[in-house]
């Protein structure tokens, strides 16, 4: 079936760093990918839609400036969160389909703690 | 608007059948989700439904759709210990689009 891999599956970095966060689909071409955020017993929030080969779609309320958002081939999508705070400390997850009409998969997940 | 409604808690004992409900308010949607997240990982899918579907069932699991009431169910046969997770309902709207998820179900399976 079809993988999403992610990298990496835990993080811990200090105040005022940059993270890379990698979204990679395994075996099939993906356009769009997605990158959701989840606090610690809350559910999924959309952060922004990455297109292949174009600006990223970010949801109302997510500073593109501070997530920034590259999806370079068909099969990678980067999420980097800069000069990161405690605040933005939470779980960071991608998805993406093989097709318009097949389900999303998702990667297992990247926890991010900013000390 | 764009809602997705879940009740948090549900505990079953170890055989019972379990049933997590699910209601949504954006009829254009097309395809509804379930997927299945346990401690500390990302999420599985477990199953999904067109918009057109009644119900679908994969081994243990059995999706109901009522669309009129824009309800939905996720209904596993014979819980088992290893069942216990937070199951999400998920509600897309068009290909490619994004996902809307309702704020978890935590199912509990006691033996």
């Known amino acids: 079936g079809a993988v999403v891999s992610q990298h990496p599956s835990r993080v811990i970095c200090k105040s005022g760093t940059s993270v890379k966060i990698e979204c990679r689909s395994l075996?099939?071409?993906?356009?769009?990918m997605f990158w959701y955020r989840q606090f610690p017993k809350q559910s999924l929030m959309l952060m922004a839609t990455s297109n292949e080969g174009s600006k990223a779609t970010y949801e109302q309320g997510v500073e593109k400036d501070k997530f920034l958002i590259n999806h370079a081939s068909l099969t990678l999508s980067t999420l980097t969160v800069t000069s990161a705070h405690p605040e933005d400390s939470s779980f960071y997850i991608c998805?993406?389909?093989?097709?318009?009409?097949?389900?999303?998969?998702f990667g297992n997940g990247t926890r991010l703690t900013v000390t | 608007g764009e809602d997705v409604e879940q009740s948090l808690f549900l505990s079953v004992r170890e055989g019972d059948s379990s049933v997590i409900n699910c209601t949504y308010t954006d009829s254009s949607s097309t395809y509804l989700y379930w997927y299945k997240q346990e401690p500390g990982a990302g999420l599985q899918l477990l199953t999904y439904?067109?918009?057109?579907?009644d119900m679908k069932q994969d081994q243990r699991l059995t999706v109901l759709l009522n669309k009129k009431d824009k309800h939905l169910s996720l209904r596993i046969a014979d819980t088992q210990t290893g069942d216990s997770a937070i199951y999400f309902c998920?509600?897309?709207?068009?290909?490619?689009?994004?996902?809307?998820f309702g704020q978890g179900t935590e199912l509990s399976v006691k033996p």
């Open positions: 998805s993406a389909n093989p097709a318009g009409d097949s389900p999303l998969h």
């Open positions: 075996d099939f071409q993906a356009t769009t």
């Open positions: 998920a509600e897309r709207y068009n290909q490619g689009g994004k996902l809307i």
């Open positions: 439904i067109f918009s057109n579907m």
